[in-house]
């Protein structure tokens, strides 16, 4: 489905930052396309003046396996957006607790590639989420899989940091 069908276009959202608990370089999406009750796209070109250029090989490829985490972080921008709808302050941040059945077609996105990353939500309680993920150059599938997310609370985040300081 293109933007204009869908209704929403890139212009009505703010850029990933603004969604993700990261900065450059580690956010790794250039732009929000789409973010709905139950799914979000967003887009970034494997450029080595983009969000990706740090992590570029010396042919301008981008390694494949970095689209497990390009995937987590559209699922990031989801969490982010919806958590901004009802508080407007810092997104959150969350974990990747690990993907299932991450299939690339190549061992690298190619230099100069437009990447759509879509997500869909299978599965969410409070703090636990599931989301299928596709990444598609020029509308056919790249790269898919499945990546399961946690997103703890205040007291648990806390905890976590203090224990990696012991």
Excluded at 87 to 116: H, I, T, V
Excluded at 135 to 143: K, M, P, R, S
Aim: aromatic share 8%; charged share 20%.
């Amino acid at each position: 489905m293109s933007d204009h069908q869908s209704g929403y276009h890139s212009a009505d959202y703010y850029s990933p930052h603004h969604y993700l608990p990261h900065h450059a370089p580690m956010v790794m999406v250039d732009e929000v396309v789409r973010v709905d009750q139950n799914s979000a796209c967003c887009r970034v070109r494997v450029s080595r003046d983009g969000a990706l250029g740090p992590f570029l090989n010396a042919e301008g490829n981008l390694p494949a396996w970095f689209g497990i985490e390009i995937i987590a972080q559209t699922v990031g921008v989801w969490a982010g957006w919806h958590h901004r709808q009802h508080q407007d302050e810092k997104p959150r941040p969350g974990m990747l607790l690990g993907g299932r059945g991450y299939r690339s077609q190549q061992d690298a996105f190619p230099a100069g590639a437009l990447l759509e990353v879509n997500v869909t939500l299978l599965m969410r309680d409070d703090k636990i989420g599931s989301f299928d993920g596709d990444i598609l150059i020029a509308g056919d599938v790249f790269a898919s899989g499945r990546v399961n997310t946690y997103q703890p609370d205040e007291t648990e985040l806390q905890r976590l940091l203090e224990q990696g300081n012991d």
